[in-house]
């Protein structure tokens, strides 16, 4: 279960970053501060973006490592492991 929701949230993470970085940009309002982005970092999501749909397929691996401190001071340290494929469905249909 605990698999199931780190990789849906890595999915999440991804799908927002790509949908982010497809999002033309907002009028602009002639002030930096509307946009506390930098520029640089909207760029990088948009070539991240473009090269990942130029692939048939990819792996995302990510690892997770948490920490509770119970009642009594002890700690409980847990980690987890989420490997995501990503194919894109054939055209030849």
Partial sequence: MRMTVIA????SSLIAAVVQAQTPPAA???STAANPVAPGAIQALRD????LQ?????EVTT??????????GQKLQHGAT???????????S
């Avoid at 991240?48 to 090269?51: F, L, N, Q, R």
């Avoid at 690892?63 to 009594?72: D, F, K, P, S």
Wanted: avoid cysteine; glycine fraction near 10%; charge should be positive.
């Fill in 8 to 11: 849906g949230l890595l999915a």
């Fill in 28 to 30: 602009a309002t002639g």
């Fill in 48 to 51: 991240m973006s473009a090269y």
């Fill in 54 to 58: 130029s692939l048939p397929r990819f």
């Fill in 63 to 72: 690892e997770v490592t948490g920490e509770r401190v119970l009642a009594g």
């Fill in 82 to 92: 989420a490997v995501m494929q990503v194919a894109r469905p054939s055209s030849s």
